[in-house]
């Protein structure tokens, strides 16, 4: 207990210079150790990271920002940033931690169907803004998620299939670099960096706000249906090679999963072990339940259904926690029975199959780095099991999705080589100290391996906040 408060006092002592430059030009809270608010602001969201920043800053303004990265590196100090926290997978110990989440807020312009956000917004601000309109974001499984992590990290979303990835959608950002410039990154200015953080996470500087493209989804059809758990292995069978010829709307996953103990919900589910689907479809629910017909026939009757149309933004979908991720090219019977062995159980994991593909598959000629788009299908478990990750491995691309991704020394596996050798050249110009390394880190190419990719690449003028 004596070194923890000691180490506590020295982190403090050694921040309080910095901390009150910072708080100089400041117009949100700083936080050290001991003080309140320290506590609460230094935490990440469902994450066994205990992090012990040397101070917590929480900004309120592009200018705010700003002030953060040159206090960071004016001190020496690691910087680390942070929105909502759900993609912490480095800490921040000892070094400056950039709390952007005061800066949410939702600007729309449905007649372009574009939507412009903070670093702090959610998916659900974004989803009730839109509704009203008739359009929906790619936003994904839960509605508190944050919209600027989610989005450079690629972005899978139950509407991904028909529209991309989110970060597909992404058309300009405003983004402050390790210099502390506050520059637009779009096609027609630093087009390398726009490309970059379409796929690249946090890299390469903070974004201040983030435009991407809405998409005309007003109602879908969706739901969940469980089936007996002792016909898993011949549905799973059949959900292989029926997903083949499915349109782009639709999108799906088969899980097993134990249902709570839970006395709201039908003996025939309660506390049991079961297959589940998941499904949403852009389009009509007659046309939805015809698609879904062939599996419904080949599954048997479903022991609960629950499929209705409605808002998109009502359509929580949710998924299961990524403990263990594995993209797949092919779905053999020997992949389907090791899932079996190792989720049938009612004390295993819950595993799910997704489909993947659709547009997804066909990116444009200017699309990010998002990698791996050839994926049919991921596995998805909620504990990792070594046995399953032996006897899907024949079957995987050997890849990574950075979303999904806890590991960072793995950071490199969500990308092609191709791609990865292009997003360290763009770290080389522009963060070539790794300022923002605290994160899935793609480490600065060699100074002669950096050179601009595009030949529209130019340094832009600061502008202003």
């Known amino acids: 207990m004596r070194k923890i408060v000691a180490s506590a006092y020295a982190t403090s002592r050694n921040a309080s210079t910095p901390a009150r430059r910072l708080r100089a030009g400041f117009a949100g809270a700083v936080h050290l150790p001991g003080e309140a608010g320290y506590e609460e602001h230094r935490r990440p969201l469902f994450t066994p990271i205990d992090q012990r920043p040397a101070l917590v800053a929480e900004a309120t303004s592009a200018e705010d920002v700003r002030a953060a990265v040159v206090a960071a590196r004016d001190a020496g ?95 300009r950002a405003q983004v402050v670099t390790a210099d502390g410039r506050l520059v637009t990154a779009a096609p027609d200015s630093h087009p390398d960096l726009y490309w970059a953080l379409r796929g690249g996470g946090g890299n390469f500087g903070v974004v201040t706000s983030l435009e991407f493209r809405l998409h005309p989804v007003a109602q879908v059809f969706t739901g969940a249906a469980c089936f007996p758990v002792e016909r898993a292995g011949e549905i799973m069978t059949f959900y292989r090679d029926w997903i083949t010829g ?58 609960i259904e629950d499929f209705r149309t409605m808002p998109y933004a009502e359509a929580s979908m949710g998924g299961t926690a990524p403990a263990q991720v594995e993209l797949l090219k092919e779905l053999p019977d020997s992949a389907i029975a090791a899932i079996m062995g190792v989720a049938e159980p009612y004390d295993g994991p819950a595993v799910e199959i997704r489909h993947w593909g659709g547009a997804m598959g066909r990116p444009g000629p200017d699309a990010g780095p998002v990698g791996h788009r050839a994926t049919r299908l991921s596995v998805i478990a909620d504990a990792g099991s070594p046995v399953l990750a032996d006897a899907l491995r024949a079957h995987t691309s050997g890849g990574a999705f950075l979303n999904f991704l806890h590991d960072p020394a793995r950071t490199a596996d969500a990308y092609t080589a191709a791609d990865h050798r292009r997003l360290s050249a763009v770290k080389r110009l522009y963060d070539p100290d790794n300022t923002f390394g605290v994160t899935h880190n793609i480490p600065p190419a060699p100074l002669a391996a950096a050179r601009p990719t595009s030949s529209k690449w130019a340094p832009s003028p600061t502008v202003p906040a």
């Open 246 to 303: 499915l349109p782009d709307e639709l999108s799906t996953a088969l899980s097993l999963t134990s249902m709570p103990d839970d006395p709201e919900l039908p003996p025939l589910v309660r506390g049991r072990r079961v297959l589940q689907l998941k499904a949403l479809y852009a389009g009509s629910a007659d046309q939805g339940r015809r698609l879904l017909r062939p599996l419904w026939r080949a599954a048997g009757p479903a022991l």
């Open 77 to 171: 100090l690691t910087l680390a940033v942070q929105a909502t926290g759900h993609g912490t997978h480095a800490p921040c110990d000892g070094g400056l931690l950039l709390r952007t989440s005061p800066m949410g807020g939702v600007l729309l312009d449905p007649r372009r169907r574009i939507a412009r956000v903070g670093p702090g917004t959610r998916w659900g601000q974004v989803m009730a803004a839109a509704e009203p309109f008739g359009l929906a974001p790619l936003s994904g499984s839960h509605a508190d998620v944050g919209v600027t992590g989610y989005t450079l990290g690629g972005g899978l979303g139950w509407l991904s299939r028909a529209y991309g990835f989110a970060a597909d959608s992404v058309l």
